[in-house]
């Protein structure tokens, strides 16, 4: 491709609005624009970057046995009313009319259609497993899109259900799931790592979330230093203590604190070990007896909030209290609470379990507690994990302990059970003649979103730096000069029809530009490889080639260019 | 593919409510199901054919130096309010609100956003001219979806928009367009016809439609025996009489007709010769003054609405007077209406301004003038071209005589002059730095009509014939009972495995079903080549070779397989 012909607005400047890298780089190097909020055109260059991500997908779904399919967008909403997701979900689903005055969605993700047509088309256990995929527009009506193509409204997904009679073959299923989507990060030359996940609002049982791997990733993900284990810092499993609880060794003390309202203050101005401290978050109960419940956790620890949402005390969706609440059940307000004396059910972390002569709020304005001892001064509460893991502590497989890493997550695969098979009455005879609920799991992989992903991993201060096999093109051409010097664009011109006969993707600059510009706008919109061709290297008969990720520069000797480029691709 | 592992659900019957034999058989073969009206859901056989022939449209618009991209389906209503089509197009644009109450449309077209786009993104009349196009869901809220895919609400199709300073660049594009959809066309083995269209609500100058030809085609096309002049009849120009007026021979008679409602009648009924009769159309006048207008054509002719529709003295769009509204200004039914004492705007078709000595109403009920003459009985009134033309009349060009065919119409090339950019204000800074507003031309592939219309051209009664090139699969293999004899397994395996070494797609029916199934099945789905292999065969050492579009039989050496389905590939 000739820069001439095509359509490549580069930015200098980096645009308003784009807080994270990879949109400042997307809008900068022209490969998207925004049309509305959430709401974005692929220019060509980012489109090519799209196609080649799709092509990767599909090409491993392929080869793990999945059959593509393609389903609408919209979607008739008695599907949704069947499983009950026409009330559960949220605004994100986009609920529309037709001119009939027929209720619509947008739809966000299709286990409902895919359900609706494996239960009319299946007609023996025979046809079992089947794993059927689409690569498909989608919409979510995101409250807030941000982040350009990371969280937009309309995205391109590819995803895909599969369907059972046993746990056997969704369990086969699901790991060729898991291994297709580790070649297909794998493949596009990113770094990035499966986790274990909270299957959240599409229920289920077991999940893997996959994450690419980068500093501005929005989860965080806490893996072992000596295992494969790794999980969401949402799933992490905390360790169970394996101190035992101390005797007592100090006296019950209530102590004036008027200038103390956090952890952190109380710590600093009493000398006290911070992991001798607790605090207290008081959230809505599940019993109509116990509106409200207090969960405890270490002062140096944070209360994950996807593990208390399950605990069966707690209402979900997880709520806090309100101060005014608080002050009404306590009387005291949210910098002084703490377990002793509290009549509301208590969940403490399974780490609070084991302290002894620890400090918490007194549950009276300005005044902590010190001393506290467990079975002394109150009854031990019930312990759970209810607390985010931290770096350091032992992992659950005792086989290393946690480090954190942020990424980015661009699959997620869950084993979803009968959750909507048996909403939906989706059955099939068995070998016997007797009807079965069908077991169903469902794989996503954020196509559009892969794009963003490479970038935030993969970028310097200049732009892009594609990996290979997702690049834009593979060679970019810089000639310099070529409109005033004959010799220059004879040179170029043969370089680019030789690469393109090799079928290496090429780009060439032939503009009538400056040469910064011309170096600007490749180095921004990232190929791999460069090769520079101007009037004094034709003297030297070599062309100048530089290496995007590497940044190493050589000259290669006319004859050894497409040899060279070869090998590198 | 082996159909145990694939989702091949054929059925027998012929499906209710599927109008036309694509519909059925695409039901029928397991290529699509309906999700609602208008609403289809690709199964994997269909979606094969589906994306070839998106694979050529692309191929071929890349050659042709279009540019990809890919716009969103949801678009903002605002930039539809600037082009007025917010207010003027009908329910068919599906229009809806986000959850922050913002206006937004399903795309049925692009011309809005691309029009946005490239007014923001041109920076300099060099970039010019510019094709860029997009394979992307298209979403139309048709009042009654029909013929399956042919005609359903959410479809893919492929359209592009190109921009020009100048006519000449707009004309050389036009052209590379319409070069472009002859060869997507020829490339498929479809039979197809450019004709000259007209260009409806979309507006522009020049354009024309590429129809698959097919005699359930909704669309009527005129074609020249002589030349290459082809039109949709909406837009086929009727010669010009070239016999002159006769002086007239008989006298004005009022003729009692109680029995003749109808120009057949009325011709049996009093021995007339039916090209010396007219019919009288009264429809809404333009003109304040002029609430009706009167148009007339032949007794054997038919008004051509689209033609009418285009006179200055006539309301666009066309719209019919009531009886009652005919009867408050005439005093007479439709039945006896006539051009002579008529007080109001007459418009009669070239053919009839020849005429002498003719018949028509006479604005009394059950009465006609018979012996009518121009300039003797009633003023010369203006002619126009105001009818469809017939078979055997000459065309524009004199080169030949109209015949007629019937075609669906599969691609839609249009220039569009000034319609959009004008009112979107796209303009760009020509050489000597004055802004220019930008000509468009726009180009539309039905992708998914392209599935239906080739199955309407290619079909027997056993089922789909698919052309090569877009087949699902290129050869299917039959074996005869391979779970019983394991020579015959492993001869089809072999074969299995060599042609898919060749890059031939493969479908072997490896099911426990009974030839008669599986037969049926096979011509059912129209693959071009199937190869039965049963022991009989094998005792012979040859393959059974069956061209589904032929029928003719052949068998073929074991050794000598491989060459032949290459070749016939």
């Known amino acids: 491709m000739r820069v001439s012909k095509y359509l490549l607005s580069t930015q200098k400047e980096t645009p308003a609005n784009a807080e994270v890298i990879s949109h400042q780089l997307m809008l900068r190097a022209g490969m998207i624009r925004r049309n509305a909020s959430g709401l974005y055109s692929w220019l060509p260059s980012g ?26 967008l919209v979607q008739p909403a008695d599907l949704w009313v069947e499983t ?4 559960k979900f949220g605004p994100e689903l986009l609920r529309f009319q037709d001119r009939h005055n027929r209720d619509f969605v947008l739809g966000p993700t299709h286990e409902e259609v895919i359900t609706d047509l ?14 059927l995929y689409q690569v498909q527009t989608k919409f979510r009506d995101e409250v807030r899109p941000r982040f350009g193509v990371m969280r937009a409204r309309e995205f391109l997904m590819k995803d895909a259900y599969s369907f059972h009679l046993d746990q056997q073959t969704m369990d086969e299923t699901y790991q060729s799931m898991y291994t297709a989507y580790s070649n297909i990060l794998s493949r596009m030359g990113l770094e990035f790592r499966p986790v274990l996940a909270d299957t959240g609002s599409i229920g289920g049982s077991v999940s893997h979330e996959f994450h690419v791997l980068a500093n501005s990733g929005e989860d965080l993900i806490a893996y072992s230093t000596g295992s494969d284990y790794a999980a969401n810092i949402e799933k992490a499993e905390s360790p169970m203590p394996t101190q035992t609880r101390q005797a007592p060794t100090q006296e019950l003390k209530l102590v004036d604190t008027p200038n103390a309202k956090t952890i952190a203050e109380l710590v600093e101005q009493f000398g006290l070990a911070i992991t001798q401290t607790v605090k207290t978050l008081i959230v809505k109960g599940a019993a109509e007896d116990a509106p409200l419940v207090a969960l405890v956790v270490r002062g140096d620890h944070e209360l ?7 605990l069966e005390a707690v209402a979900s969706p997880l709520e806090f209290a309100t101060e ?7 009387g005291a307000g949210p910098g002084s609470l703490g377990p002793v004396g509290l009549s509301m059910p208590i969940i403490i972390d399974h780490s609070v379990a084991v302290l002894s002569d620890f400090a918490a709020g007194a549950n009276q304005d300005d005044k902590h507690l010190f001393g506290i001892n467990w079975e002394r001064d109150l009854p031990l509460a019930t312990s759970a994990d209810i607390r985010n893991v931290v770096e350091g502590e032992p992992t659950p497989d005792h086989l290393g302990t946690y480090a954190m890493a942020r990424g980015i997550e661009v699959g997620h695969i869950f084993q979803l059970g009968t959750n909507y098979s048996k909403s939906m009455n989706a059955t099939v005879l068995d070998e016997n003649g007797k009807a079965q609920v069908l077991l169903m799991g469902c794989y996503g992989v954020g196509v559009s979103r892969i794009v963003a992903a490479a970038i935030e991993q993969n970028h310097d201060d200049r732009g892009i730096i594609w990996p290979e096999a997702i690049a834009p093109f593979q060679v970019g051409i810089l000639p310099m000069n070529m409109h005033k010097s004959h010799r220059v664009a ?4 043969k370089l680019y029809a030789d690469l393109q006969a090799k079928g290496i993707e090429v780009l060439m600059d032939d503009r009538k530009e400056r040469p910064g510009v011309m170096f600007a706008d490749m180095e921004l919109i990232g190929l791999p490889h460069v090769v520079v061709i101007g009037d004094r290297n034709i003297d030297e008969g070599v062309f100048e080639y530089k290496n995007r990720r590497t940044g190493e520069k050589q000259n290669i000797p006319f004859d050894d260019i497409i040899d060279f480029l070869t090998a590198s691709n």
């Open 490 to 493: 004879e040179i170029a011109e």
């Open 324 to 330: 005014a609440e608080i002050r009404a059940a306590i």
């Open 84 to 87: 009950g997701r026409w009330e």
């Open 118 to 131: 494996v239960r009319k088309e299946l007609s023996s256990y025979k046809q079992l497993p089947l794993n």
């Open 47 to 72: 489109l090519r970057v799209l196609r080649k991500v799709e092509a990767i997908v599909r090409e491993e779904m392929n080869n793990a046995g999945a059959i593509e399919i393609l389903m609408p």
């Open 304 to 310: 994950n909030e996807i593990k208390a949402d399950k």
